[in-house]
């Protein structure tokens, strides 16, 4: 088994390795978050790799240690997106052939970089609706051709490779940060970061989860790596249905802090680092950033003035037509966005009276569904408002109770959401 010792080695040693492969990527203070917390904020901005994620580092780091025979073979890999674009990029850099298999739920920005990036080298197998369907039957293909599976995480290798950010990080600062914020999908980041990190005491690691997939936590709690019964996928670089069987006791033996954020945080932080900060960041980007949101929310993580916290920003590869759910999402998760069956009575100016009696001057109606029944007195309405001051939402109900229309709110926690968002 490889232990924190052994792993920050091989660190050591994947760092020749990836000259020249990899990008040194800037770090960079950012103003909002330093404002905001007190801290001195940087990011370390793995956008900016070849592939806009850190993710080369790992893949590069493994393949290009594989001896002839295993090259002649290929290699094989499951990927949500980023993972898949470093073993692209690989392969056709080291000559050598690959197969890609990535879910359904990746977005087809991801697909094409993957094939732009592995031209001939690589064949992109769609299949499954989760990164963990996607996985087995990469593992099956593995089984039946003798083809090298490379890890996006679950592997010594590529955890050397990704811990290789953290190196960086301290060359760069000129000392250990305080705090570093990790984002956590299996774990392979996180425990190469710990396990270099842990030679040079005086750092807390934070590993940043999105809630609705928390699989390292899931483990933690557990004392071994459990399949989770259900995940959103919508941090789709993050989506992990179980934590690695490698990874997961190099965490524990780090004994890193874990915690999670909700989605909809996750979307906020991401528009605040496109209309504030000028990154394009996808969701996986953005999560361990969004753990630091004390301006707006109470923060999962919280640092002290003065301390010199590093957050990895892990990547940007995010498809454009994705906004209009990150936008909703994050509108929700503030308490802007809300949701109501209105039953209207059938009868003129019944609409008028709802407007001018419940809805707030400042409040918007986004969406407006209505069907008119001739045979009954009531009419109902799936109604969409964004309010001006998420405050405002309670006097809005108290309103509408006094103009004697009737309304039941829409739970985000309701099957009937994904029809909206």
């Not at 940060?177 to 934070?206: E, F, H, K, Q, Y």
């Not at 999105?210 to 259900?230: I, T």
């Amino acid at each position: 088994m490889t232990t924190l010792a052994d792993l920050a080695n091989f660190v050591d040693d994947a760092a020749p390795r990836l000259y020249g492969v990899s990008v040194r990527t800037p770090l960079q203070r950012n103003e909002r978050l330093s404002e905001a917390t007190g801290a001195d904020v940087w990011f370390k901005r793995e956008d900016l790799q070849p592939v806009r994620s850190y993710k080369l580092r790992g893949a590069y780091n493994l393949i290009s240690q594989l001896p002839n025979s295993e090259r002649d073979a290929g290699v094989v890999c499951a990927s949500a997106g980023n993972h898949g674009q470093g073993v692209a990029w690989s392969c056709a850099k080291l000559g050598i052939k690959g197969r890609i298999f990535v879910p359904t739920t990746t977005p087809r920005q991801k697909r094409d970089r993957m094939t732009a990036l592995g031209g001939e080298w690589v064949e992109l197998v769609v299949t499954g609706d989760t990164y963990d369907e996607a996985a087995a039957a990469a593992k099956d293909y593995v089984a039946k051709s003798g083809a090298t599976m490379v890890s996006a995480f679950d592997d010594p290798r590529t955890a050397a490779g990704q811990g290789t950010v953290a190196r960086e990080i301290v060359e760069q600062l000129g000392h250990v940060p305080d705090v570093l914020l990790v984002p956590v999908g299996g774990g392979g980041m996180l425990a190469g970061c710990a396990a270099w990190l842990s030679r040079r005491p005086g750092t807390r690691i934070v590993g940043v989860e999105p809630s609705g997939a928390a699989c390292m936590a899931a483990a933690r709690a557990a004392g071994k790596p459990v399949e989770l019964p259900n995940i959103d996928t919508f941090v789709d670089g993050a989506a992990v249905r179980r934590a690695g069987d490698v990874t997961f006791p190099l965490v524990q033996e780090a004994g890193v802090e874990l915690v999670h954020v909700p989605e909809g945080e996750i979307c906020t932080e991401m528009l605040e680092m496109y209309q504030i900060d000028g990154i394009i960041a996808e969701p996986a980007g953005a999560l361990a950033a969004s753990a630091l949101r004390s301006a707006w929310h109470s923060p999962a993580v919280t640092v002290e003035p003065g301390q010199s916290v590093v957050v990895i920003v892990s990547g940007g590869n995010n498809d454009v037509s994705r906004y209009a759910e990150i936008v909703e999402r994050s509108l929700i998760q503030e308490g802007r966005k809300h949701y109501l069956l209105v039953n209207f009575p059938q009868e003129p100016g019944a609409l008028r009276r709802f407007l001018d009696e419940v809805l707030g001057v400042d409040d918007d109606i986004t969406y407006f569904e209505y069907v008119k029944r001739s045979n009954r007195d009531i009419g109902p309405a799936l109604v969409g408002i964004e309010l001006g001051d998420p405050d405002t939402y309670p006097a809005l109900l108290e309103r509408m109770a006094s103009s004697g229309i009737t309304a039941e709110v829409v739970s985000p926690d309701s099957p009937f959401y994904r029809f909206l968002i």
